[in-house]
């Protein structure tokens, strides 16, 4: 009988039967030239090979490229530039307010939503062929 334990082992050994091993794809070659840090064992005997890719630490006193792009994008001044943008153009979408300010859509969807909820933003009609209004505090 067999247990969900050994049903994993019995599998890989069933799959390694069923489809030859012809040896290394274009893309194993061209990742391995891309980056010499992988450790790649190719065994042909055995119809398997294994990669092993080691993790660079990183300082965590040194903000990643992500962080600090990320942190930038989410800044009170990403709001303004907005609010600016539309004062620019009311009939402005919003995939034309990412390729301005170099964010994606859903960032620019995610800012405008909180302008909309601090009430400094409407949106008139609807999607397509609608505006933007600005809303002034008094």
Known sequence: MCTN???PILISYIA????????????IK????????IDFADNREGCLFTVTV???EVDSSVKTKSSLKSSLKSSPKTEDKIVERIRQDVFITTEKLGKNLGISKRAVLKQIDKLKK???L?????ARGGHWEIIEPQ
């Open 16 to 27: 390694k039967g069923l489809l030859p091993y012809k040896g290394l794809g274009s893309g």
């Open 30 to 37: 061209r990742a391995l030239d891309a980056w010499p840090q």
């Open 5 to 7: 334990r050994n049903s």
């Open 118 to 120: 601090q009430g400094r």
């Open 54 to 56: 080691y993790r660079k």
């Open 122 to 126: 409407r949106r008139i009609g609807p």
